[in-house]
């Protein structure tokens, strides 16, 4: 019993003591809560930030589907040009071959004529 019985002096220390611990736990206790706020705060900027760049992602994504779609339409658009222009010559050069012949024939005729 006489270790639990404690003189005035000490008793005087130990309470100081444990005084100090109680305002070191509320000072962490503070320090603690701040940054749960400040933690909190950069977790609300961040999803802030993750919701922008997502929607800006969005519609990049469609921006390069319509993109590619016209890609693909111009791709089409010239190989179609492409096959009529090559339509187009060969006609050409039939016409170019009836167009010879038909003025071998005119000079057979005007020679014929002219004898």
């Known amino acids: 019993m006489e ?4 003189t005035p002096q000490e008793t005087q220390s130990i309470l ?3 005084i100090i611990k109680l305002e070191d736990s509320k000072k962490d206790k503070n320090e603690y809560h701040h940054s749960i706020q ?8 961040t999803q802030k930030t ?3 760049k997502t929607s800006e992602f969005i519609t990049i994504q469609i921006e390069v589907k319509i993109l590619l779609q016209q890609l693909v339409d111009i ?3 010239l190989h179609d ?3 009529q222009i090559k339509l187009l010559s060969n006609e050409k050069s039939v016409l170019s071959q009836e167009k010879a012949q038909l003025q071998g024939q005119i000079k057979q005729m005007l020679k ?3 004898a």
Request: proline share 0%.
């Open 3 to 6: 270790g639990l019985l404690k």
């Open 16 to 18: 100081g003591q444990t």
């Open 38 to 45: 400040h933690w909190k705060n950069q977790l609300k900027e």
């Open 50 to 52: 993750l919701e922008i």
């Open 75 to 77: 791709k089409q658009s």
């Open 81 to 83: 040009t492409q096959s």
């Open 112 to 114: 014929m004529v002219n």
